[in-house]
């Protein structure tokens, strides 16, 4: 599948994104935090989500390009609004992962019009010290260069060990393409985090819901997803067989994430 990245440019910066599928509703996906962008990857995300195509006109966003030396969460969420501007998206289906996820509570708070529904997996309304840990090693080791030991972390925590078993020497080989830029990038991105709390606003959430995470996730807890859950007044699905890629790894995931998108519209 051949898929076109485009780039929208406006007085404040640019961001590449991607586009897939010709139906009537408009879908975002908002990846997560990635080593390399998810921009190298754009044909296995068109086909992984295939099943969009015919009802959907999918949009992927990227964080933008030259980014500050401090970028929150909220920062990014603001980019990707005015993205959305300029491409024309409001009412969207809007699923958001580990960091994308972040990103997405941050819109659908800020700019209502923009989220028909918000699906959320593997991702926080809160970072605490204890979900912050693996992403300061991260940073850590982004900052000192160290591209083998960051890539064995992020395999380690991000999938499931039947994951890496089947994948991780695939995984190990893409990752090694990662650039100085790219870890320098990376670190910025992962710091974006830090202090993320939308917990006490995500009661005046004005669109329908959706949480998934999993019991065995490295990164987060299954308290977080708790939590996420009840402030978001959202249905929770919960594995217990995959890791925090379960959006990668579970068979069964877009199928319960395309019902939840056509629910009652």
């Known amino acids: ?43 296995g995300v068109a086909s992984a989500y295939r099943q969009m195509q015919e009802e959907y006109t999918v949009y992927v966003f990227d964080r ?8 929150t969460i909220e920062e990014m969420g603001r980019d990707t609004a ?9 009412n969207a289906y809007v699923f958001g992962a580990s960091q994308g996820g972040m ?4 819109i659908a708070l800020k700019r ?5 529904k918000l699906a959320l997996c593997s991702t926080v309304a809160k970072m605490t010290e204890e979900n912050s840990a693996i992403l300061r090693r991260w940073v850590e080791l982004a900052l000192q260069k160290n591209l083998p030991a960051l890539s064995k972390s992020i395999l380690e925590n991000v999938y499931s060990e039947a994951f890496v078993e089947r994948y991780g020497s695939v995984l190990s080989e893409y990752f090694c393409g990662a650039t100085e830029n790219d870890l320098e990038r990376f670190a910025i991105l992962a710091k974006g985090c830090e202090g993320f709390d939308v917990s006490a606003s995500l009661s005046s959430l004005a669109c329908p819901a959706f949480v998934a995470g999993s019991t065995k996730d490295r990164i987060f807890q299954i308290g977080d997803f708790l939590l996420l859950a009840e402030k978001t007044n959202a249905r ?18 877009l199928e319960k994430l395309l ?7």
């Open 64 to 71: 933008r390009e030259n980014i500050p030396e401090t970028y």
């Open 259 to 265: 019902r939840f998108f056509a629910e009652n519209g």
């Open 82 to 90: 005015e993205a959305f501007d300029t491409l024309g998206i409001k």
């Open 1 to 43: 599948m051949s898929i076109e990245i485009k780039t929208i440019k406006n007085d404040r910066f640019e961001m590449r994104y991607f586009q897939f599928g010709t139906g009537e509703k408009t879908a975002v996906i908002l990846p997560g935090l990635s080593l390399i962008s998810v921009m190298q990857s754009a044909p």
């Open 112 to 116: 209502p019009e923009l989220v028909k």
């Open 236 to 253: 929770l699905l919960v594995y217990g067989d995959y890791s925090h890629a379960l959006y990668d790894e579970a068979p069964d995931f």
């Open 103 to 106: 990103i997405a509570q941050s």
